[in-house]
């Protein structure tokens, strides 16, 4: 008598993933005190800011289960089929888990972002946070204590100073940024929507912020509307998924209609990680229940590849000596 075959775990097709999904398969760190690896993963389910629709809240959970299906197994990194090239060949990841957060207190979840962000920079690994709504991103940039550049990739300006009392909102983080005493210049990019209430608008230009809009991206090519922004230094990249159009990202609190593509958005990020020395990253506001078919976590997945594709490239230094550009703090071993 035979049984039909049953699966077996690792090695079967297991149609079904079996166990727990952490990003791109990385091992999991959840004691930062032991971090060791190049790039540190943390899941920020902090979504009580939103003053639209709430859901960000899952986007940690939904990006991380749906980047499994880049997982891989011995950090031979991925090959990018358009570009030939061989993507994060030997750089480690580990995720490590989510930043516990809790309802209402906000002051608690923002300090327990802030230390967690410097506990990673401490182990001498990139954060990379999923958020999340978008005020993580003032905790977030408020550790790293030393000057940085803000590149912003959102359909919002975030600039609001206050409204009605609220000045922490998801509508405040760039605002808040561009107050600390290290933040040096502000790019942001992909703005577009009609303002009722402009001042923001305004306070951004007189702050001299650079504001590149979609329309420039789609009008001129990603390249050439880039061209606009200055010289950077240790670069802080913040991507609000609203930036792209509503029909490739569909899945987020807030969509404006317009907007990019994920070409533009993965050759935007590539064009920042080559004139940048990019110390941290976050990608935020995916809303998984406003996004059935996944395609929002999906494009968030991919895009978080690529970019750390490029910040981690391999590519001739000053001397054309073949060297990558971010330094790899631990070829072997990956987290523990
Ligand atoms: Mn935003
Ligand atoms: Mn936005």
Redesign the pocket.
């Known amino acids: 008598m035979s049984y039909p075959e049953v699966n077996k775990g690792a090695g079967s097709q297991a149609l079904l993933r079996q166990g727990w999904a952490t990003f791109f398969g990385a091992p999991t760190c959840l004691d930062l005190e032991k971090l060791k690896a190049d790039i540190a993963f943390l899941g920020v389910p902090l979504d009580s800011t939103t003053n639209d629709r709430p859901g960000s809240r899952f986007g940690p959970a939904g990006v991380r289960d749906v980047s499994m299906r880049y997982q891989h197994h011995d950090w031979g990194g991925w090959l990018d089929q358009e570009t030939g090239e061989q993507i994060l060949q030997g750089v480690t990841m580990a995720d490590c888990g989510d930043v516990d957060i809790r309802v209402v207190d906000l002051d608690t979840n923002f300090n327990k972002i802030s230390r967690a962000v410097e506990m990673v920079l401490g182990n001498g690994a990139l954060p990379v946070l999923v958020g999340g709504d ?1 005020a993580i991103t003032y905790p977030s940039t408020r550790a790293f204590h030393r000057p940085l550049d803000i590149v912003y990739f ?3 300006l ?1 600039f609001t100073d206050e409204f009605k009392g609220v000045k922490f909102s ?1 509508d405040n ?1 760039l605002r808040r940024v561009s107050e600390l005493s290290f933040v040096q210049g502000i790019t942001i990019i992909g703005i577009r929507g009609a303002l009722s209430f402009a001042n923001p608008y305004w306070e951004a230009k007189e702050k001299g912020a650079v504001i590149i809009p979609s329309l420039d991206i789609r009008r001129h090519g990603v390249d050439a509307a880039l061209s606009r922004i200055p010289g950077l230094g240790d670069t802080y990249v913040s991507v ?1 998924i ?1 930036v792209l159009d509503p029909a490739v990202a569909p899945g987020t609190g ?1 969509p404006e209609p317009g907007g990019i593509a994920y070409y533009e958005l993965k050759d935007a990020l590539v064009n920042i990680a080559r004139r940048s020395n990019v110390v941290g990253f976050d990608l ?2 995916v809303a998984p229940w406003f996004d059935p078919t996944q395609r929002t976590a999906r494009t968030a997945a991919r895009l978080i590849l690529d970019f750390l594709g490029e910040v981690f490239a391999i590519r001739p230094d000053a001397s054309g000596r073949m060297a990558r550009k971010t330094e790899v703090v631990s070829v072997k071993g990956g987290a523990q």
Request: proline share 8%.
């Open positions: 978008h959102d359909a919002h975030d998801h983080p609000d609203d807030y935020v506001e």
